[in-house]
């Protein structure tokens, strides 16, 4: 068989279970399969694959019937500029969430030193992504999850940043270590009854914990606000990703902990999604 063949019929059997991206998905996973890039992929259609490279994709694609994100399948995402190894206890990066990079990037574009804090490092794509943009900056990630921060040191070593980076296993709530120019996070914001309602791709697979923000999405972003006031500089940032519909409660909270709001950026759909502010 050759990678023309697997993908044609790998193809229509995803597009049976109503997978849109069923054509990509299929060029990605070959990919792996091979340990080719997706030009490889697209550029030679005709070259034989063994039966045990289409055993293994039969077997990817299997999982992704069963609607299991690519990255989780995978084990990996590409975020800003970097590829960071995942797993299914730690949130799949996205696209928006690099506007909290871009942001940093704009506010201390002739700073150094920066000591900056993450409350909820996950993947460690952020604070990474940050580290590996800015040499003389310092950080320090807090989660909750043994698992992400497992995840997270993987990430800091195979991008050379473990010396610039201390992390810490607690709750916000119990964390107070230190103080910061700048604390960053993109706390689970996800209302209860909208978690329940969402895909079965985020559903079944990716970590509630990450992602459920209680009742009214804003009980992790209220603890996050609330810490971050007693750890944040005089004049320090605090930078949020919200959800798009939070924008008139966050700046409340905010304003409630002694936050100045100096601006709120939309994402690549133009909706509201992180939320810049400053200690005062």
Same mark, same amino acid.
């Given at each position: 068989?050759?990678?023309?063949?697997?993908?044609?019929?790998?193809?229509?059997?995803?597009?049976?279970?109503? +997978?849109?991206?069923?054509?990509?998905?299929?060029?990605?996973?070959?990919?792996?399969?091979?340990? /080719?890039?997706?030009?490889?992929?697209?550029?030679?259609?005709?070259?034989?694959?063994?039966?045990?490279?289409?055993?293994?994709?039969?077997?990817? =694609?299997?999982?992704? &019937?069963?609607?299991? #994100?690519?990255?989780?399948?995978?084990?990996?995402?590409?975020?800003?500029?970097?590829?960071?190894?995942?797993?299914?206890?730690?949130?799949?990066?996205?696209?928006?969430?690099?506007?909290?990079?871009?942001?940093?990037?704009? =506010?201390?574009?002739?700073?150094?030193?920066?000591?900056?804090?993450?409350?909820?490092?996950?993947?460690?794509?952020?604070?990474? $992504? +940050? %580290?590996?943009?800015? /040499?003389?900056?310092?950080?320090?990630?807090?989660?909750?999850?043994?698992?992400?921060?497992?995840?997270? =040191?993987?990430?800091?070593?195979? @991008?050379?940043?473990? *010396?610039?980076?201390?992390?810490?296993?607690?709750? +916000?709530?119990?964390?107070?270590?230190?103080?910061?120019?700048?604390? &960053?996070?993109? #706390?689970?914001?996800?209302? *209860?009854?909208?978690?329940?309602?969402?895909?079965?791709?985020?559903?079944?697979?990716?970590? /509630? %914990?990450? %992602?459920?923000?209680? %009742?009214?999405?804003?009980?992790?972003?209220?603890?996050?606000?609330?810490?971050? $006031?007693?750890?944040?500089?005089?004049?320090?940032?605090?930078?949020?990703?919200?959800?798009?519909?939070? /924008?008139?409660?966050?700046?409340?909270? @905010?304003?409630?902990?002694?936050?100045?709001?100096?601006?709120?950026?939309?994402?690549?759909?133009?909706?509201?999604?992180? &939320?810049?502010?400053?200690?005062?």
């Amino acid at each position: 068989m050759n990678i023309n063949q697997a993908i044609k019929k790998a193809s229509i059997d995803l597009k049976r279970y109503q +997978i849109k991206s069923a054509l990509l998905d299929c060029e990605i996973l070959m990919s792996k399969v091979l340990n /080719k890039n997706r030009k490889f992929i697209i550029m030679n259609p005709n070259e034989k694959i063994s039966d045990h490279e289409y055993y293994n994709f039969r077997a990817f =694609i299997s999982s992704r &019937i069963k609607k299991k #994100p690519i990255a989780y399948i995978t084990g990996e995402k590409s975020f800003w500029k970097y590829n960071f190894k995942i797993n299914e206890k730690v949130l799949i990066p996205r696209p928006d969430t690099e506007i909290i990079i871009e942001q940093v990037l704009k =506010i201390y574009k002739k700073k150094e030193g920066i000591n900056f804090l993450e409350i909820g490092i996950g993947s460690g794509c952020i604070i990474l $992504s +940050i %580290l590996k943009e800015k /040499k003389s900056f310092l950080g320090k990630g807090v989660d909750i999850s043994k698992e992400s921060l497992k995840v997270c =040191i993987n990430n800091a070593i195979k @991008l050379g940043l473990i *010396n610039r980076l201390k992390l810490f296993k607690s709750d +916000i709530d119990n964390f107070s270590s230190g103080k910061y120019d700048l604390i &960053i996070s993109n #706390p689970p914001y996800i209302k *209860n009854f909208d978690f329940k309602n969402m895909d079965d791709e985020v559903v079944k697979y990716e970590p /509630k %914990l990450a %992602l459920d923000g209680g %009742l009214d999405g804003l009980s992790e972003i209220r603890k996050v606000v609330s810490k971050s $006031s007693e750890l944040v500089k005089t004049h320090g940032k605090l930078i949020l990703e919200i959800a798009h519909d939070q /924008k008139n409660e966050v700046k409340k909270i @905010l304003k409630s902990n002694n936050f100045y709001v100096n601006k709120v950026v939309k994402d690549f759909a133009y909706k509201d999604r992180c &939320i810049i502010s400053t200690k005062i």
